[in-house]
């Protein structure tokens, strides 16, 4: 399996993947990297109780290891505050079981959906960072609560900068 291979490309046990344990070896890997792991960005509750596989592709991982170095991480820095990540890389089988659109960057590992003690200026500070390829606001229907999807373009192609509001108006 996909688990394996990571395991013995890292040169550590299945239990620290699955535990969210990062090795030296992993955070070589993931070097760039100062706030966020690749437990917080691969964990799922969703693939967790239903038993579905969430394990990801290298390339996944290297989607999310630039998902971090280049929004995350600096955004992270400029917030000051710790910012916490409600979904990141999602499979087939968890993005349909959480209702995600078919070609949801979650599944390309190039996108994460996140909330901090302070949304507004999350959003502002994004922004300000200029290379995500979607800020999309969204919450679940009834709610006032809201979080920020935000991801980066794939490798290659230049960020969209696009900004969607997926909120009802009251």
Same mark, same amino acid.
């Given at each position: 399996?996909?688990?394996? +291979?990571?395991? %013995? ?6 239990? #620290? /993947? =699955?535990?969210? $344990?990062?090795? *030296?070896?992993?955070?070589? +890997?993931?070097? %760039? ?6 437990? #917080? /960005? =691969?964990?799922? $509750?969703?693939? *967790? ?122």
């Amino acid at each position: 399996s996909v688990l394996v +291979e990571l395991a %013995e490309y890292y040169d550590i046990e299945i239990r #620290e /993947l =699955l535990d969210g $344990e990062r090795s *030296r070896i992993m955070n070589k +890997e993931m070097k %760039e990297t100062k706030y966020f792991t690749l437990y #917080e /960005l =691969l964990h799922s $509750e969703t693939a *967790r109780s239903k038993g579905l596989d969430n394990t990801p592709s290298f390339d996944v991982v290297d989607n999310l290891n630039r998902l971090v170095t280049t929004i995350l991480d600096p955004v992270r820095a400029v917030m000051g505050v710790p910012i916490k990540v409600n979904s990141g890389y999602r499979s087939q089988a968890v993005n349909k079981a959480v209702g995600g659109v078919k070609d949801s960057q979650h599944i390309q590992g190039l996108a994460a959906d996140i909330v901090c003690s302070d949304m507004k200026r999350l959003i502002t500070v994004i922004k300000n960072n200029g290379k995500y390829d979607q800020l999309i606001l969204e919450h679940c229907k009834g709610s006032t609560n809201y979080w920020v999807h935000v991801s980066i373009a794939p490798k290659g192609n230049k960020p969209r900068n696009q900004v969607i509001s997926n909120l009802e108006k009251k």
